[in-house]
């Protein structure tokens, strides 16, 4: 039969009820320096007050790309380390955090603590949720409107680039098939000076009902009979001939079009982010939450002095039952 360790049974026979009552002026006085101490250390001498401001904003003119929605694009882009590190040079962070920039590890220090600052999510309603908090409410504001200016700035530079590369690739299309057209028109223009032929089907039409009725007329026609021998023989190259011309030129009216869309689109100057919360400056401070931290500190410590007590009066009913 396992018997609990004597410890446990000291333990479990202290009335705690009595207990405190019989220690509760000292653990009221312990409580009381408690909140003193936190209501102290909570000054904004100790903790430097910190500051939120908050913006909303929904992805616009973005391609989903892949598994990734349009809705986890902004979110990378919001958090591009291009971006904070354009913020640490537009907000001097290095003086206002107070980080040594000759310091080796500067870049990691000021990267990490703008990283804290900073919060970037993914909301239940496909939307992106932009917080930063800042000791200075006012520059709190105008880094969530920077990081949304940026990161506008870094997509239009990103889609501007993919379409340029792809303007490159439509102009020498565009200019290959307009030198294809040339060549193939030049072609059609010999075939028509060597057989006659301007317009196959009408012609075709024409030169055999002509022929077919001097037949049955027996009036035959050399003439007729030369043109009609030639319809036979160039017939067939004049329709390829005529039939590659006509692709190739729709083919080059897409290219233009195209060329003509890329060259407006690397003009246009769009935005990427509907912002429907606009970030605000704060009029009350979003950290430390005093109340809070009195309240876990203070209780936290109680308890611990609880603990101290519990054990010594323990130690105690041992001295008194070692008699």
């Known amino acids: 039969m396992n018997t609990p360790p004597v410890y446990e049974e000291n333990f479990a026979s202290l009335n705690f009820i009595q207990l405190v009552k019989k220690w509760k002026k000292q653990l009221i006085i312990i409580a009381l320096i408690s909140m003193v101490l936190s209501f102290i250390f909570t000054l904004p001498f100790f903790i430097p007050p910190m500051y939120k401001s908050v913006a909303i904003a929904y992805p616009v003119n973005l391609s989903a790309y892949s598994t990734e929605s349009t809705t986890e694009q902004l979110l990378q882009l919001y958090d591009a380390e291009e971006i904070k590190m354009e913020l640490i040079r537009d907000f001097d962070l290095y003086n206002h955090y107070e980080i040594d920039s000759t310091k080796k590890s500067a870049r990691s220090a000021i990267l990490k603590q703008l990283s804290g600052n900073i919060s970037i999510n993914k909301t239940d309603f496909e939307s992106v949720k932009l917080e930063v908090m800042d000791s200075d409410p006012v520059i709190a504001k105008q880094m969530v409107d920077s990081i949304i ?158 603990v101290v007590i519990v054990i010594y009066e323990n130690s105690q009913e041992k001295k008194v039952a070692a008699k």
């Open 149 to 306: 200016e940026k990161a506008d700035r870094v997509t239009r530079k990103l889609y501007r680039d993919l379409t340029q590369e792809a303007l490159v690739v439509a102009q020498r299309q565009f200019e290959e098939k307009s030198i294809m057209i040339d060549s193939l028109d030049k072609e059609m223009t010999k075939l028509r000076m060597k057989s006659g032929i301007i317009e196959f089907s009408q012609q075709t039409r024409e030169i055999s009902r002509a022929y077919y009725t001097s037949i049955l007329n027996k009036n035959p026609n050399a003439k007729l009979d030369t043109l009609f021998s030639k319809m036979q023989q160039y017939g067939s190259e004049y329709v390829t001939l005529n039939e590659k011309i006509n692709y190739a030129r729709a083919t080059i009216n897409n290219y233009r079009q195209y060329v003509e869309n890329a060259t407006k689109d690397l003009t246009k100057v769009l935005t990427y982010s509907n912002v429907v919360t606009q970030p605000e400056v704060a009029d009350k401070k979003s950290y430390p939450v005093r109340s809070l931290i009195m309240l876990m500190f203070t209780a936290s410590v109680v308890f611990l002095s609880f």
